[in-house]
């Protein structure tokens, strides 16, 4: 019985390709940037299209 399983993140993806709209889980994530007058932004790898591209 695993009775303590590790606690997951809720949201286990980045977002969605700007391209595709395919579903870019955080397995996909490259690169972390942050801007001081922005959000954070995030480059990955979109398993549907196979571009780098930032999730949205
Ligand atoms: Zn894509």
């Known amino acids: 019985m695993a009775a303590d399983a590790p606690q997951r993140d809720p949201e286990p993806r980045l977002g969605a390709c700007p391209d595709c709209e395919a579903t870019i ?21 979109c398993p549907g299209c196979g571009e780098v591209v930032s999730p949205r």
């Not at 889980?25 to 790898?45: F, S």
């Open 25 to 45: 889980p955080r397995d996909g994530l490259l690169a972390e940037y942050t801007h001081p007058d922005e959000w954070p932004k995030m480059l990955a790898e």
